[in-house]
T-cell receptor, first 115, second 111 residues
């Protein structure tokens, strides 16, 4: 069975500082990996995804993540935090089958950005 | 950008009552899903729907739950007899392939 572990339920950074949100996954087959962001009172918005190919993937709002198979990790980074990045971030893993894509989510990390 | 629309945004109901949560997926998508998030817990998969039938469901999705695509545009989740523990944010999603688009959710409160 697939699973996702997000280290740190809360992360606090200063504006302009590096953002690093950690995600480790477990999957018996090559996974699809995703980061979603949830702003207050809104739905889940896809930041980026890894399916195949280049292991460093770039997403929206300056975020990127690197798939490291040997470490079973897919950490999310952004070089310089902005106040608008404050939100909850979810890492997810899946195996896309012909009948759909069941995502397994991590518990989420709340990012706080201090001015 | 096209989006998934969910109504209502908030639903309050009495325990034992039936509720129907409504979703309009993105029009050319083939796969439809319901997820839920109990306050303070993970987002959990409930059910996926493809080709007019349930393709996969979780242990949570018991006989009290059902899904329907009644008219080719709407996708509904029905809970027949709500329990207190059904209180959660329910998210609808749709996809063409591996990328899921989520709605903004319906907050269900069972009193």
């Amino acid at each position: 069975a697939q699973s996702v572990t997000q280290l740190g339920s809360h992360v606090s950074v200063s504006e302009g500082a590096l953002v690093l949100l950690r995600c480790n996954y477990s999957s018996s087959v090559p996974p699809y990996l995703f980061w979603y962001v949830q702003y207050p009172n809104q739905g889940l918005q896809l930041l980026l995804k890894y399916t195949t190919g280049a292991t460093l993937v770039k997403g929206i709002n300056g975020f990127e993540a690197e798939f490291k198979k040997s470490e079973t990790s897919f950490h999310l980074t952004k070089p310089s935090a902005h106040m608008s990045d404050a939100a909850e971030y979810f890492c997810a893993v899946s195996e896309f089958e012909e009948y759909g894509n069941k995502l397994v989510f991590g518990a989420g990390t709340i990012l706080r950005v201090k001015s | 950008e096209p989006e998934v629309t969910q109504t209502p945004s908030h639903q309050v109901t009495q325990m034992g009552q039936e509720v129907i949560l409504r979703c309009v997926p993105i029009s050319n998508h083939l796969y439809f899903y319901w997820y839920r998030q109990i306050l303070g817990q993970k987002v959990e998969f409930l059910v996926s729907f493809y080709n007019n039938e349930i393709s996969e469901k979780s242990e949570i999705f018991d006989d009290q739950f059902s899904v329907e695509r009644p008219d080719g545009s709407n996708f509904t989740l029905k809970i027949r007899s709500t329990k207190l523990e059904d209180s959660a944010m329910y998210f609808c999603a749709s996809s063409e392939a591996e990328k899921l688009f989520f709605g903004s959710g319906t907050q269900l409160s069972v009193l």
